[in-house]
DNA sequence: AATGAATGAGGATTCATTCAT
DNA sequence: GATGAATGAATCCTCATTCAT
């Protein structure tokens, strides 16, 4: 399937460096069969974006419906992040690859979604700091810390051999958990 | 000079999206010229990476004769680092733009120095947790961890108007610090 | 047909000051459809040379097979090589510009042709010495000497407005029999 | 001196794949240097060329104003030629590299000479038609004939380790003269 | 007069996109 | 609908020539 094969390769080599030709012959059909389906690189690559957060919407969508305490939305959803990357290695490298650069200008689901969650967090720290049992700090840069610590240990596990990403992710909320503690 | 105006453009659009001869137009030179100092694209993009973190370094070796404590070393690194890229946002955006892949297979000083700082703060850590101060995490994921978050604090800064960056930096050491302290 | 256009470009031009545009020119066909179909320039090079030289190495081996007498050997033969390069002048133009050095490093079909055949005058040459019939000359030189004087003929030909090429063959022929006899 | 330093490097590499910085280097000046005496590349050739072929016109002239008989013209003529070529072997590449082709339209004194030389050649071999002893032969043809075998026999020499050129010599004209003898 | 840094037109090659089959 | 050959604009790099010092 085409999004399959493109996702393979823009993960593999970024998007600028991915040929389409690459994809057809990854999808094993013609190049102008992709041209059918998806009217040029860009638009493809959004797809293969937005399809690919797609199933991690769903689970947070669940979560957030969930109405669970700060504390477990910040455990569950950070283990559905890190699973999900870890799963599903090929957007994790796409993410690191394209996110960063504003030359796609991506205005895609994906980004959307990264947002909404970060949005979540920021809730819920708002709502610790009023309840009184978080410090007194910008709520935005601690949840994108938050976000990022969860990076690490996507990153890490993807390097390494062993799965140690329960210990680590335990190692990141006790860290950030207890230090935004009050 | 070239080396200026291949930062401006190279952090305007990344590598792979950037016209050497943009970076003539904004150079205000002959396309030819850039030539005749750089053989290659790629070779004047290392150029100008490692011109770039030259500055850091010398502030980061200064630090490391020092023989500061843990938490001092921590302190005036991270602020070092985020007050670097505040301060040069253009490599704050290569770093951003091309750091992440390997694309570019950058075997240049700026990735040694990155990995220098953050092997600094792995045995900083191993330190602290024989001498029992520190809990027992693996010393890898919570130096990047730090490492992150103060990625956190400069991004969050380039997008903001107010200049909260003393105040960011010590909320992310706050966390950080109490977050790893036994 | 790209080699068709190909030879007459080269041979007009030579290797060095041909485009390759000019060539999609004069194919009437666009520049990345030549690049579809040969790997570069030179690849395209080489394949005019090789192809143009089936024909002529068709004959050559037709008439080694057929084991004739030196005198006939030589005869036929030159008569092949005059006619093959009057016939395909632009192949000929080739062969002046681009052999005599080697610039390009043609390990081409052509060039293995042409030793081939001189090696066959060498060998023819060698038996009439030991035979007794031929003077006891350097026969590599003696057969380059031939086919250099074939060249004349060629190349006076090639200037020419009438057809002298039968009584031209004629005349370096005898020239050569007779002088190279006992 | 300049002219020396292009011989060597045109000889080298040919007009087209010949840089003027090459030619600066070998002549350790600065390239300006060279255009504050030659107006352009192609200038510089032709006087490198012209300036070669003056030594070899002066023995020519000499040889022509001796009033030889033809069988002495023919030798001493086609001596002088090989020998000059063998001595300098820098415009013997020349020749063979840049002649051929007309890309450079050489209208200099060098192709001139050429054509005196052929010249010189054709009203001897007429002479000897009228006189009887030689054969009636197109002398356009046997005069490019016997200036070709020279060639051969300066490709040869410049091949080889051995100095053979006085046998070669011998050889090809006996050849000729034998073979053109009535 | 000598220099060599600067120039920019020119050339080989790539690749997203089109379109005839 | 599928294909992949054809296209040519775009890009990296070269090098003959100029010109300020």
Redesign the pocket.
């Known amino acids: 399937m085409i999004l399959n094969a493109a996702l393979k390769v823009f993960a593999r080599s970024g998007y600028e460096?991915?040929?389409?030709?690459d994809i057809?012959r990854e999808a094993q059909?013609?190049?102008?069969?992709i041209?059918?389906?998806y009217?040029?690189?860009?638009d493809l690559f959004v797809a293969v974006v937005d399809r690919g957060f797609d199933q991690l919407r769903c689970q947070m969508e669940d979560l957030r419906d969930k109405d669970a305490s700060f504390e477990d939305m910040v455990r569950i959803g950070i283990k559905q992040q890190v699973d999900f990357f870890i799963n599903n290695p090929d957007y994790w490298r796409i993410l690191m690859l394209e996110k960063p650069d504003c030359r796609l200008n991506l205005d895609s689901e994906a980004v959307r979604l990264h947002q909404r969650f970060g949005q979540g967090l920021v809730e819920g720290i708002k709502k610790g700091i009023s309840a009184g049992y978080v410090k007194k700090i910008d709520p935005v840069l601690a949840a994108f810390s938050l976000m990022s610590m969860a990076a690490v240990v996507v990153e890490k596990h993807l390097q390494a051999k062993k799965d140690t990403r329960k210990k680590d992710i335990s190692s990141i909320l006790d860290i950030f958990l207890r230090g935004i503690q009050k």
Chains 1, 2, 3, 4 share one sequence.
């Open positions: 460096a991915t040929d389409v030709d057809a059909i013609g190049k102008g069969t041209y059918r389906h009217p040029s690189k860009r």
